[in-house]
T-cell receptor, first 116, second 111 residues
């Protein structure tokens, strides 16, 4: 199957610090990875689309300087929440689609970020 | 752009009964419609999907139907079990890579 690994699953940090979340496709190469944010009992909100070797495309209203995305290889994308504040507390989920097309989207297990 | 509406927001069924969740979409160019199951504290898991050139697809107790003319698609779960309890999301693919998700249905299967 297609496995997407996301770490950490849960992180608690102090306000003002930065947090990095990793997303890896374990058994396939992912040309494109996506980062979502999900509030309790709500749907998934696309934050940005990450393409290997190029700058991420951010959705309207998402601060690119706040949420830094790096897609350095075909199997790894990272999301860094910089200078985190309590309002950044949320469930962050990555997803990936296979290189060469393939419409199926596979999700990581999510990261619960709590900023104190 | 694409807009996906999902109903109902919550659904309770007795174990063994069927559950149906419906979604409508707005962009007639959308051609791929996946369904995801999300358990508490976990990422969504793809359970079934359908392309626009197919009207129905079935995988054991799960089936999806698509009506392109009416622009709606539905998830059918038969012989529900307590482990089917979760939040279900429909989605429509807009363009090549962008997926628009429905608002989710919280399914509770009562033993």
């Amino acid at each position: 199957g297609a496995v997407v690994s996301q770490h950490p699953s849960r992180v608690i940090c102090k306000s003002g610090t930065s947090v990095k979340i990793e997303c890896r496709s374990l058994d396939f190469q992912a040309t494109t990875m996506f980062w979502y944010r999900q509030f309790p009992k709500q749907s998934l909100m696309l934050m940005a689309t990450s393409n290997e070797g190029s700058k991420a495309t951010y959705e309207q209203g998402v601060e690119k300087d706040k949420f830094l995305i790096n897609h350095a290889s075909l199997t790894l994308s990272t999301l860094t929440v910089t200078s985190a504040h309590p309002e950044d507390s949320s469930f962050y989920i990555c997803s990936a689609s296979r290189e060469g097309g393939g419409e199926k989207l596979f999700f990581g297990s999510g990261t619960q970020l709590s900023v104190l | 752009g694409e807009n996906v509406e999902q109903h109902p927001s919550t659904l309770s069924v007795q174990e063994g009964d069927s559950a149906v969740i419906k979604c409508t979409y707005s962009d007639s160019a959308s051609n791929y419609f996946p369904w995801y199951k999300q358990e508490l504290g976990k990422g969504p898991q793809l359970i079934i999907d359908i392309r626009s050139n197919v009207g129905e697809k079935k995988d054991q107790r799960i089936a999806v139907t698509l009506n392109k003319t009416a622009k709606h698609f539905s998830l059918h779960i038969t012989e529900t079990q307590p482990e089917d309890s979760a939040v279900y999301f429909c989605a429509a693919r807009e363009g090549t890579y962008k997926y628009i998700f429905g608002t989710g249905t919280r399914l509770k299967v009562l033993a």
